[in-house]
Structures are given as structure tokens and as C-alpha cells.
Nanobody
Framework: QLQLVESGGGLVQPGGSLRLSCAAS????????IGWFRQAPGKEREGVSC????????KYVDSVKGRFTISRDNAKNTVYLQMNSLNPEDTAVYYC???????????????????WGQGTQVTVSS
């Protein structure tokens, strides 16, 4: 019933850009903080970014700060991750996740999130 669906992944050359989308349904989207996570082959799932329920607070891990931008449109029940200046280290399956939390804060910690999407593949290769 509660569903998160990622889209927008694909193959891109180093230095290129992609915009990922996380479309939500089945819950009151504006009550939920959203996180983006990624998992490369053979690696643990790691946090990328998060955005608070209102969009008033965002966080990024150092490896993507300045290159990635998270945003949300609560009217469209969608969160976006704009990824610029991509490099091969960004290659991973990208997941969005949700947790009901209405404070102006979020955390890039996978244990914090209750609901997860299926992931979308991002491949950065020359």
C-alpha cells in the first residue's frame, strides 16, 4: 500500500548529470522525511542525502556535497535527487526511503527509515 518508486537512473559518462525521482503513494507524504541511499556491488548500503518533511532541512554526505541536490514537491508526492559532475564512484543502485517525522530535521542513517523503494541503477562509465 505504502509505495516508493525510484526512477531516472541510467548510464552516464563521467562529468554528466542525472536527476532521480522518488514517487510516493499510499501515505501522507508531507509527514515523512525522505532519504536517498546507494549501494555499489559488494559494498554496504550508504547514505547520500536526506530532506525533512517540509523540505526545510537537507543534508548530504561529504562525497556528494556540492554535486548533488535534494528537493521535494509535496504537492506531487515526489522527491528529487539532482546529480551533477558524476564520477565512477557514484555508480550504484540508488534507493529512496521514508520515515514519518515532521520536525525540521533529517538523518542520513538507514536504520532511521521504515519504508524503502526498489532502487534505480546509476552507472557512471567512460
Amino acid at each position: 500500500q505504502l509505495q516508493l518508486v525510484e526512477s531516472g537512473g541510467g548510464l552516464v559518462q563521467p562529468g554528466g548529470s542525472l536527476r532521480l525521482s522518488c514517487a510516493a503513494s499510499g501515505f501522507t507524504f508531507g509527514y515523512y522525511a525522505i532519504g536517498w541511499f546507494r549501494q555499489a556491488p559488494g559494498k554496504e548500503r550508504e547514505g547520500v542525502s536526506c530532506i525533512s518533511s517540509s523540505g526545510g532541512s537537507t543534508k548530504y554526505v561529504d562525497s556528494v556535497k556540492g554535486r548533488f541536490t535534494i528537493s521535494r514537491d509535496n504537492a506531487k508526492n515526489t522527491v528529487y535527487l539532482q546529480m551533477n559532475s558524476l564520477n565512477p564512484e557514484d555508480t550504484a543502485v540508488y534507493y529512496c526511503a521514508a520515515v514519518r517525522f515532521q520536525a525540521t530535521m533529517c538523518f542520513i542513517a538507514k536504520s532511521w527509515y521504515a519504508y524503502w523503494g526498489q532502487g534505480t541503477q546509476v552507472t557512471v562509465s567512460s
